[in-house]
């Protein structure tokens, strides 16, 4: 896995422990408002009790009212992994004294080495300050106020839905440009690249989605309801122009996009290389057929297999189109009925993408 990957779903992981409407978030919430300060440890590993010191064993639920009271004291608050259990209070952490940290209070020097030295999650709650700073081994992230990534969320919404009736547009485009068999690499690599930058809209959406736990809701629905088949067009439209003899899936071939620099989406010669076109091609001029899965799937009720041996069968979506209703018979899967129904069906989406395309 690469290691942005890994930092993604470790950030999303502690997002969602510390999200609204957890146990632990009201218990913070409790404990910022009280302006007590707060230093928790989630977990209590053999490192993590190798370096506590003092302090009373605790062992009762972990409530928002527990926390609360418990940081009343000074030290640390000790809970268990699965974030149920309170097990330890006024402890002081003895962290080794030689980690460097960038912070400047004793407190937070505290909270940044036990979670360098011990890999586990140290909230650390200013008394001061009126911050929440999460850290695990090296990594450190101050929570945002809730109305603060709201609005985030919402902008990035709306940038998402200019984005994306754009995409709808240039699709539509594009499918008219593929019944006249005029499509080149240079249309396919930009609406390729307007997907790439709309699925990046929706991922940094989603990080909000998960820092604003329940009251994300709104968002969350908001956000499936728009691009709730981006994913699966974006791979359908891969699968119908990636080289043909290139040995990977679409999804790979995704996943390379997904790695790409902003700069490099731009460039359409290095969104060819990644779906298995020569370096030298001419993506102006490279005129490219489609295998037609984007548009076999428009057509309602088509199963899968039978989608998978029209394409196997006629190899491209010009041979589909110009098949007669026998052609078609001869595919496994289609009968004389189904037959009809793919004729009169392209017959349908072909006609309506010419009403629609506005070039
Ligand atoms: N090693 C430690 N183990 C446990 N608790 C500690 C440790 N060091 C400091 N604390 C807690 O931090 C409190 C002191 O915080 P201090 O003001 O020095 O830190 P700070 O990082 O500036 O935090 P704040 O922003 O809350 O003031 C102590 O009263 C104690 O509760």
């Known amino acids: ?32 408002r009280a302006k007590t300060g707060g230093l928790i440890v989630i977990g209590a590993s053999e490192k993590v009790l190798s370096i506590m010191d003092g302090g009373f064993s605790i062992q ?55 979670a360098r030295e011990t890999g586990q999650l140290v909230v650390c709650i200013s008394q001061r300050r009126n ?3 999460l850290y695990q081994g090296l990594f450190k992230y101050v929570l945002r ?53 709309v699925l990046r809209i929706k991922a940094e959406i989603r990080r909000h989605i998960t820092e604003l736990g329940s009251e994300g ?21 891969v699968k119908d122009y990636m080289n043909h003899g290139h040995d990977v899936t679409p999804h790979h071939v995704l996943s390379l996009f997904h790695g790409m620099p902003a700069d490099d989406l731009m ?9 298995g076109y020569a370096p030298s091609v001419n993506v102006l001029e490279e005129v490219v057929p489609s295998r037609g899965y984007r548009v076999l799937n428009k057509i309602s009720r088509l199963p899968q297999p ?6 196997e069968h006629f190899d491209i979506l010009t041979n589909i189109l110009s098949a007669n209703v026998d052609h078609l018979d001869e595919v496994e899967g289609v009968g004389a009925v189904r ?21």
């Open 267 to 275: 460039d359409g010669a290095k969104m060819a290389k990644a779906m």
């Open 339 to 359: 037959a009809r129904m793919i004729r009169d069906g392209l017959q349908r989406i072909q006609e309506q993408v010419l009403i629609d395309r506005h070039i």
């Open 60 to 114: 009762c639920e972990l409530t928002p009212s527990h926390l609360y009271e418990l940081a009343k004291m000074d030290g640390a608050i000790i809970v268990s992994e699965d974030v149920k259990r309170v097990l330890f209070a006024n402890t002081n952490l003895n962290p080794d004294h030689t980690i460097p940290t960038s912070e400047t209070g004793t407190r937070h020097r505290t909270a940044e080495r036990v």
């Open 306 to 311: 039978v989608i998978e041996n029209l394409v």
């Open 217 to 237: 809701r709104l968002v969350s629905m908001q956000l499936d309801e728009l691009v709730a088949t981006v994913d699966e067009q974006a791979y359908l439209l």
């Open 145 to 197: 106020d809730i109305s603060v990534i709201l609005t985030k969320a919402n902008q990035a919404m709306q940038t998402l839905e200019k984005y994306k009736t754009v995409l709808d547009q240039e699709l539509t485009n594009l499918s008219a440009l593929e019944f006249e068999e005029a499509v080149t690499l240079d249309e396919v690599t930009t609406v390729l690249q307007r997907f790439e930058t």
């Open 131 to 133: 911050v929440i700073t």
């Open 1 to 32: 896995m690469k290691e942005d990957t890994k930092r993604e779903i470790t950030i999303n992981k502690i997002l969602r422990m510390v999200a609204p409407g957890t146990v632990l978030r009201d218990g913070i919430e409790n404990i910022l």
